[in-house]
């Protein structure tokens, strides 16, 4: 069921029932968080950043498809299972603008749009767990920092 908020409480909206919500956030898996990763900063400190730099040593269908098998290989069902198994019922998903719309057609979705939201959803579901979407990484960068996908760009 859905959640909606009611006083300082989450609560379903069928029955009104209050939720406690315990779990976890997948940072770095649509969107590259680069302080969780220890990455180092020699040139590449954000996702756009990581973008370009593979574009330009390999090209742009080379980078979506890099992009995409360290997507595809970040989180399996096994994963889900383990987050399950400590008792969480709520993953936080961290998106990019460039995970649905496409870079090279402005205003126009990806053919995979929501293939990647659509699957975390319902692997979440499967466990029991509810799924917070968090539009992270918005056109242009929302704050100066990596995590919002453009460092410094307003």
């Known amino acids: 069921p859905l959640l909606r908020a009611q006083d300082q ?17 997948l940072g770095n898996w649509l969107l590259h968080e ?21 574009t330009e040593r390999f090209g742009y269908p080379e980078k979506e498809r890099l992009i995409k098998l360290f997507r595809d290989n970040w989180i399996a069902q ?32 990806r053919a995979d749009a929501w293939d990647y939201v659509d699957w975390a959803i319902d692997e979440a579901a499967k466990r029991g767990m509810y799924t917070i979407l968090d539009m992270h990484g918005v056109a242009g960068g929302q704050t100066i920092h990596d995590h919002s996908g453009c460092a410094y760009k307003n």
Do not use: I
Not at 35 to 46: A, P
């Open 34 to 54: 680069f302080w969780m990763m220890g990455q180092s900063y020699d040139g590449v400190h954000d996702q756009c950043s990581l973008e370009a730099k593979l």
């Open 9 to 25: 409480y989450w609560v379903q909206d069928n029955d009104g029932a209050r939720v406690n919500l315990k779990g976890t956030n």
């Open 78 to 109: 096994r994963d889900w299972d383990y987050l399950a198994s400590f008792g969480f019922n709520m993953v936080r998903l961290p998106l990019l603008w460039s995970n649905m719309e496409d870079e090279t057609n402005p205003y126009k979705l």
